[in-house]
């Protein structure tokens, strides 16, 4: 797989869910003519994950997304499709917003939007990149965020009750301080785009490491409670390409999909020139009886 836009090849920050029959691919998209290069998030579809028919756009119509959203994870609870996205645009004011949709295209926004943003004692107060998870009969939203100098990005995260209505009320944070931080040197200033999958009792949350194209490649961590995590991969996980392949620019900002078979799968995002065309491609990843992750050749 390797899927762009076919109107200019720009493809980022995936989602996928398996609804109806048929999967569903959300994704940063950029708008050609619109003023200061705004971003939005683009619609596909595919009954094999291989070959994608782009359906649409998710419609830009509130004041607090005028200057774009982007990055969707998406999730099915209750026969309902669950799109959280970011807005775009406000740096320290960019913030999680909530949708909902019966059928994976049409979304009726929740009216508390944006629903989460973080206290800003332990950050600038800034939430993007959201990712969500059900682990111990609750939802997990993880999210990227910066320190008070906005140099350092870094992940945190909050939860709230599944039959919750997901408004500001509702979200609880996991901590007052970031789960995951840059610490290696691949990772530079950077750890972002959080991707999580439940796996034998454990979360896994693979990672973005490093701002785009400086290289960003991806890498893992694990927790049993989902609030303390251990990082696993001293070196990338999952490197960008060699010179001259597609992601040679980058290996970046990665989503966990687990199929109804019980597959799992890491989409993620890849550029070879750096950053002016970006593609999405996916590695199925398998568990070792020890329950380490690893790529399946």
């Not at 899927?3 to 940063?28: C, E, G, Q």
């Not at 290696?184 to 750890?191: A, D, H, Q, R, V």
Request: net charge negative; aromatic share 14%.
């Amino acid at each position: 797989m390797l899927f762009t836009s076919k109107s200019n090849k720009f493809a980022k920050d995936p989602a996928v869910i398996h609804f109806n029959d048929r999967y569903y691919l959300y994704y940063t998209i950029l708008y050609d003519n619109q003023p200061g290069n705004k971003i939005g998030i683009g619609i596909a579809v595919s009954f094999d994950m291989e070959n994608w028919e782009e359906l649409g756009e998710f419609p830009i119509n509130h004041d607090y997304e005028q200057k774009g959203v982007g990055a969707p994870a998406a999730i099915i609870i209750d026969d309902k499709v669950h799109l959280f996205y970011q807005t775009y645009g406000s740096q320290k004011l960019d913030a999680i917003c909530h949708a909902t949709s019966a059928d994976g295209v049409n979304f009726v926004k929740n009216p508390d939007n944006p629903i989460l943003r973080p206290t800003d004692d332990w950050c600038c107060g800034r939430a993007i990149d959201a990712d969500v998870c059900i682990f111990n009969n609750r939802l997990y939203l993880y999210f990227a965020t910066r320190d008070h100098e906005y140099k350092i990005q870094k992940i945190g995260g909050a939860w709230a009750r599944i039959n919750s209505g997901f408004s500001k009320k509702d979200w609880k944070l996991l901590s007052k301080q970031s789960l995951l931080t840059p610490e290696f040197k691949w990772e530079g200033e950077c750890i972002e785009a959080p991707a999580t999958i439940v796996n034998d009792g454990k979360m896994f949350m693979f990672y973005g490491g490093s701002y785009n194209c400086t290289p960003q490649q991806i890498g893992y961590a694990v927790s049993s409670d989902g609030v303390f995590f251990e990082k696993k991969s001293t070196e990338p996980f999952l490197p960008c390409g060699k010179e001259g392949e597609w992601n040679s620019s980058e290996s970046g900002h990665p989503y966990a999909f687990r199929d109804t078979d019980g597959k799992a799968y890491l989409f993620y995002q890849g550029s070879n020139d750096m950053g002016k065309t970006w593609y999405l491609s996916k590695v199925e990843i398998d568990f070792d009886k020890n329950n380490v992750p690893h790529i399946v050749k």
